[in-house]
């Protein structure tokens, strides 16, 4: 089978990929290792309702603002698009206090500042700050040749908290700022300001949730995909990348099928996609990418809402117990938690930050049989959980629970870090790390690479791809 591009992977930005090469008219096919494509944009089904793996929410999809260009490019505009609350689109709620982040640059500043007026100039400032990295993000995206080099800014070389404390007196507002950083990994104490700013800018321009399950973003890429020629492959695992006269050639998949390729894209992480070509990579260059910290994983807690006991809310919560957002213990119950509701169903989703250690002891085993203890401690963590949203532990019909275990298992995520590579301002060459590999035609994308999240997967999406096709893409 021979193909222009063979793509590891059918994660958000494996997906991606085959959407801009297919559009420019490369032969390109989707190998992915699970039943099920879409890696953290899958739906699940239970009890009779359905829920998201890792989709909640997006920001900056309307005409103008940061996310729109590349959705308007992936066709995603047309989905059912449902707008947060204006006014709150995520509340953030700290030792018993409720503050509201609002839409919108003057909203947000003018909307905060209502409880903490001496700080309005500090937040004028800081949307000021944010919309002009977003303005840089934006002029790579559409000029992907371009020289100029974001990752140069003097902001990926500061840390999130130092520069929300030069920038803001009252500790309180800088927990405010940074609390619904639960979707970014916040307590990465040297999350480089330059990320943080790109995503906190998109949702602060406009906040949206889908009316239905996140799946509806793959079936909208796979469909498209397909449409242009491209196909999908499930059940088809990658266990080498052939490798001849320094380039790679094609891959080989467990049942022994080859696919022989002039171009090689891997949506897995670094570490897994180097696994496949062991030989061909310098060992200085393993080291590196096998010695990168990842970042936490998430305890996820799906809930069936018991009927007519708790309205939908166009918003999310991000709650703290008396915790400091900056930290995490994985040793203590937990006492931070997100909360995002499911449009038009009775259901919602908690989740919490997770480490590798506290799941590790069952690593060996198979999902399904993890044995009692392993129930047990998960039972206990959605009870932690609980104890945060009273009000939603008494209406719970039914629930179920994935944790960083989960998340490696379906995803192949080193220590189920839900973002991929934990990104330090202290250490950008180890952790900006290129599309461009030792092996001159294997291209990797995803999370794991420059900025998370959908904004940060879709731009690499095309930054990756710029490296086959050479030419302006949106």
Known sequence: MQYDVVIIGAGLGGLECAYILAKNGLKVCILEKSDVI???????????????????????????????????????????WHKLDTDCFDKIVIDGRSFRHANGYKHFTDT????????KDSLRKFVDV??????RVNAVINEPTSAYDIFSDSLFSTSTRDYLSSCFSDKLLIDVIAGSGLKIDITQKNLPFFIFAEISNAYIQSAYRLECEGSAIVESLSDDVRQMGGEIFTKKE??????????????????????????????????VTISFAEDSFRNIYKRRIRSLNQTLGMFTVNIK???????????????????????????????????SYHYGAPSLDLMT?????????????????RGAEYEAFKARKVQ??????????????????????TWHDYTSAPQGGAYGISKDCNSLSNIMLSPVTQIPNLILTGQNLNIHGVMGVSMTSVLSCNRIIKTKIL
């Open 38 to 80: 879409g890696g953290a944009l899958q739906s699940f089904k239970r009890a009779g309702t359905e829920f998201d793996t890792g989709f909640h929410y997006v920001g900056g999809i309307e005409a103008g603002q940061s996310l729109y260009p590349l959705f308007k490019y992936f066709n995603l505009l047309h989905l059912p």
């Open 353 to 369: 930050p997770m480490s590798w250690k506290q799941v590790e002891q069952w690593a060996d085993t198979a999902v399904g049989k």
């Open 384 to 405: 932690e959980c609980l104890r945060l949203v009273p009000e939603i532990a008494d209406a719970v019909e039914s629930f179920t629970t994935s944790t960083p275990l």
């Open 238 to 271: 990658v266990v080498s990348i052939a490798v001849k006269d320094g380039k790679a050639c094609g891959v080989t998949t467990t049942d022994g099928d080859f696919y022989e390729s002039d171009w090689i894209v891997s949506d897995v992480h670094p570490a």
């Open 130 to 135: 944010i919309a002009s990295t977003a303005a």
């Open 112 to 119: 905060l500042a209502e409880d903490f007026p001496s700080q």
């Open 305 to 339: 809402l018991k009927k007519d006991t708790l309205p939908y809310r166009n918003y999310n919560e991000f709650i703290y117990d008396k915790a400091d957002m900056w930290s995490f213990d994985a040793d203590k119950p937990v006492d931070r938690v997100m909360v």
